[in-house]
């Protein structure tokens, strides 16, 4: 069955930088693109990153432009998140998805909190 596990999250301070990590199993990743959502407290799940099956596309939110890269590895079935310049406003649970045959699945989320 299809699994992402998310990891990397964690208290930050202002301005500093976190890498998630999602590693994914249980269907063939390098043929699907991959994506980065957030959702922060009493607000709507939002997209944060897309990436292609290959790499060679990638998109991003309006908010997180030049702040965060997503990237991803064919070959450890992993696709990561680099974020940089955090700000409080990026405290969320930030969650994997890839969409497959028009049904979404999620991981567990990691918790993100910038914080002084």
């Known amino acids: 069955q299809v699994q992402l596990v998310e990891s990397g999250g964690g208290l930050v301070q202002p301005g500093g930088s976190l890498r998630l990590s999602c590693a994914a199993s249980g269907f063939t990743f390098s043929i699907y693109a991959m994506s980065w959502y957030r959702q922060a407290p009493g607000k709507e799940r939002e997209l944060v990153a897309f990436?292609?099956?290959?790499?060679?596309?990638?998109n991003y939110a309006d908010s997180m432009k030049g702040r965060v890269t997503i990237s991803r590895d064919n070959v450890k079935n992993t696709v990561y998140l680099q974020m940089n310049s955090l700000k409080p406003e990026d405290t969320a649970v930030y969650y994997c998805?890839?969409?497959?045959?028009?049904?979404?699945?999620w991981g567990q989320g990691t918790q993100v909190t910038v914080s002084s």
């Open positions: 998805n890839v969409k497959i045959a028009q049904e979404d699945y």
């Open positions: 990436i292609s099956r290959f790499g060679g596309y990638t």
